[in-house]
Every structure is written in C-alpha cells, then in structure tokens.
C-alpha cells in the first residue's frame, strides 16, 4: 500500500512562499494510473483540494488559486513539492498531501498533515 507523509516549516511569513513537501514509499509516483495532490483544511473550514500532479508530471490546480500554486516533482526522490506564493494568514491550515488512483474513483491514501500557520 502506499504511503505518504508530508513535512515542512510550520510558520511561514506573510507574502513569502509556502513549501511543503510529500514523500511516498510502497509505490512510485511514476506509477501508471495514480494521482498525487495537495488538500488543505482551514481551521473550522472544510477541506480544499488545491491541485495535483499525474504519473507523467501534468499539473492541475483549483481555479482559486491556480495563479499561486505550483506542484513539482523529484523522481530520483519520490517526492512531490507544493508552493503556494504570497501567503496571507487565509491560508492557515492543516496541508495534506494524498493520492488516489484513478482506476478506482475518488478513494484517497492521506499523509497526516502538517499544520501550517502564517503570521509574521
């Protein structure tokens, strides 16, 4: 089974850029068929998948913040990478990273989560 764990700085500054990273193992992110995005929960809010990169490095981001958003990938590490630039303390959350594969419809394999706090 896949699993994943996200990890990086829980306090970042107003407008400066927000990098968070997710490590897989049990399977490789080049894997036909799979999927790896970012998910975020405010607090009290519920959760909002941000964007996600495919098995072939393709990119797709929530209107929302598709001009702020940036997924990357390191192979030779089995990682994906989010940046999220000019951060405002709205995006305070707990940042998920997860994948699915989509041969099986919506079901998710979950990091823990890395609470992420913006304040100066």
């Known amino acids: 089974q896949v699993q994943l764990q996200d990890s990086g700085p829980g306090l970042v500054k107003p407008s400066q850029t927000l990098a968070l990273t997710c490590t897989v193992s049990?399977?490789?992110?080049?894997?036909?068929?799979?999927?790896w995005s970012w998910i975020r929960q405010p607090p009290g809010k519920g959760l909002e998948w941000m964007g996600a990169?495919?098995?072939?490095?393709?990119?797709f981001y929530t209107p929302s913040l598709k001009s702020r958003t940036s997924i990357s990938r390191d192979t030779s590490k089995n990682q994906f990478i989010l940046q999220l630039n000019s951060v405002t303390p709205e995006d305070t959350a707990v940042y998920y990273c997860?994948?699915?594969?989509?041969?099986?419809?919506?079901?998710?394999?979950w990091g823990q989560g890395t609470q992420v706090t913006v304040s100066s």
């Open positions: 049990g399977g490789s992110i080049t894997t036909n068929y799979y999927t």
């Open positions: 990169i495919n098995e072939r490095g393709s990119t």
């Open positions: 997860a994948s699915r594969d989509r041969r099986e419809g919506i079901n998710y394999s």
